[in-house]
């Protein structure tokens, strides 16, 4: 780590050429821990160029080439994992569980991309008239970017770097302001590998550095990661600038359990889903909506197992939860756990005011539980991004199914229930994503396409596996004739 958060651009670390500058801060014990640049348009217009020169040789070099480096960086990042895992609990916030789950999680998308060369194939039909061959070639796109949030700084840009450079693209990964280290430290492994220069950049920044690479004419597509609203934003402006674009965007997931649901397992794992990494998963688990009778047994279980977590430092022993990003997100938090009572919910537990031994600087939320939110609350619609649980009754699962898909987000949803017939119907019905069943966090593996509707999503193809080939090439499709007249004899 170094003081100033530095840009990797041509296979070089460069100093930003920003005028503004932001502390990066441990959300544990309020320690600045580096600056970060916020304006780096000037940084992607350089990295942008270096990507270019450095594509056109990149798109030639054979496949089975380029993946020997995905290979390598596969073993660097085995060689560094601790490493990596404890900056980014450092500057996170997450347990070092969690931060080694969710680098593993990137790891997974390095091996799927292994396989670039049978996945990037085409297609051929011989004969589509006679005489006449059709081919569907794929090539890569050209200079790509992704833009990734605070909340997963490992995992997420590997979501989509892996399979842009195997599939023979150069690309720009833009870290969020607030997690640049874990990033930095990345490309530090990246640097070992001996990748050709311009391949991979990271540039850092805020808001103008998106803008830079929504406009610039060299950067071909983005991949986003992020809020619902600056989702939008950065669809509309890709498109408008004529860039392909995939945007995965916020979350409100439910979870649904039917009287027959392991009442032990379900409140353990709902726990987990509800405030592992503090509520800051886009597949965090925000409603539970328990059906019939399964209310009371659950509501009960669920305070239990809320109320056990350890809260605490990510990097010491034994620790369940840390804190949420910032003071401003805590304060935001604690504001809409006030908002849900002043609207009628009953708090089970308040995590407010939360009071760390040795850590009393932190921004800390402890656990929540609001029982009985009204649906007229404003707080239904609205992505809370920190441990709060509300839990709701219905009588039956239909009514259960009917107010996840009228929530305006689509990321995920999950039953919890001993019935086969239940679990289908769910699965048919519901109109989310990602869809759990007796799985509190439906995360789809590298190989599947980590999906998101509604809200949650804007775009056709998803990050990962199939839908990250089809993402980052384009179909050339090539029709064929070579006449047998002008055919000579050999
Ligand atoms: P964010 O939208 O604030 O930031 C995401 C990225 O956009 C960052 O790189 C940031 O620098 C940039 N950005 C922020 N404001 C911008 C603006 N006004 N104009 C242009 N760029 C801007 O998101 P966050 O708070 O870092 O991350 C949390 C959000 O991400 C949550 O909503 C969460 O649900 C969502 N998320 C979604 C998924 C998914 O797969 N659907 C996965 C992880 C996180």
């Not at 669809?235 to 439910?254: F, I």
């Not at 409603?287 to 056990?308: I, N, Q």
């Not at 599947?448 to 980052?472: E, N, R, T």
Request: glycine letters at 8%; charged letters at 20%; proline letters at 5%.
């Amino acid at each position: 780590m170094s003081d100033r958060v530095r840009n990797y651009i041509n296979g070089k670390w460069a100093d930003s050429k920003s005028t503004e500058w932001q502390d990066v801060v441990n959300p544990a014990t309020n320690e600045i821990l580096a600056s970060v640049p916020l304006n780096g348009g000037r940084d992607v217009d350089a990295a942008a160029k270096a990507a270019q020169a450095a594509f056109l040789e990149w798109r030639d070099t054979p496949p089975g080439d380029r993946i020997q480096y995905l290979f390598k960086l596969k073993q660097a990042l085995e060689d560094n994992f601790e490493d990596l895992a404890r900056v980014l609990t450092m500057e996170n916030g997450k347990t070092l569980a969690d931060a080694r789950g969710e680098l593993r999680r990137g790891i997974e998308n390095v091996e799927v991309a292994c396989g670039i060369p049978t996945m990037m194939q085409g297609q051929m039909l011989e004969n589509i008239a006679r005489g006449i061959d059709e081919i569907m070639i794929r090539q890569p796109v050209g200079v790509v970017a992704a833009i990734t949030p605070f909340n997963f700084p490992g995992m997420i840009p590997l979501w989509f770097l892996p399979y842009a450079i195997a599939c023979g693209n150069a690309m720009i990964v833009k870290p969020s302001e607030r997690v640049p280290l874990t990033m930095e430290r990345f490309f530090q492994v990246v640097d070992t590998i001996g990748l050709p220069p311009g391949v991979l950049s990271c540039v850092n920044g805020g808001k103008e550095t998106v803008d830079a690479i929504l406009e610039h004419p060299l950067i071909k597509g983005v991949s986003f990661v992020g809020s619902t609203p600056v989702a939008r934003y950065v669809y509309a402006t890709a498109a408008a600038n004529g860039k392909r674009v995939q945007c995965q965007a916020g979350a409100k997931n439910h979870v649904v359990i039917l009287p027959d649901a392991d009442l032990e397992m379900t409140s353990r794992m709902v726990a987990d889903a509800a405030f592992g990494c503090s509520g800051q998963r886009c597949l965090a688990v925000s409603v539970a909506v328990t059906v019939g009778d399964a209310h009371e047994k659950f509501r009960e279980a669920m305070v239990e197992s809320a109320r056990a977590l350890r809260v605490g430092y990510g990097l010491d022993e034994g620790v369940q939860m840390g804190p949420v990003i910032t003071k401003q997100s805590q304060d935001r938090i604690e504001g809409a756990i006030a908002r849900g009572i002043s609207q009628g919910a009953t708090a089970l537990l308040d995590g407010r005011n939360a009071s760390i031994s040795g850590y009393e600087a932190g921004s800390f939320v402890n656990p929540t539980v609001l029982d009985g939110l009204p649906w007229s609350s404003d707080l239904t619609t609205t992505e809370i991004f920190g441990p709060v649980l509300s839990l709701n009754n219905v009588s039956e699962l239909d009514q259960a199914i009917e107010i996840i898909n009228s929530n305006p987000f689509g990321n995920a949803s999950s039953i919890f229930t001993s019935s086969g017939i239940a679990a289908r119907q769910f699965r048919n019905k519901v109109n989310t994503g990602n869809v759990g069943v007796n799985i509190g966090v439906a995360a789809p593996m590298a190989y599947f396409p980590f999906s998101g509707w509604k809200d949650s999503f804007l775009g056709v193809l998803h990050g990962q596996s199939w839908d990250a080939i089809d993402f980052y090439t384009d179909k050339k499709v090539v029709v064929e004739r070579w006449p047998a007249e002008w055919s000579r004899s050999f």
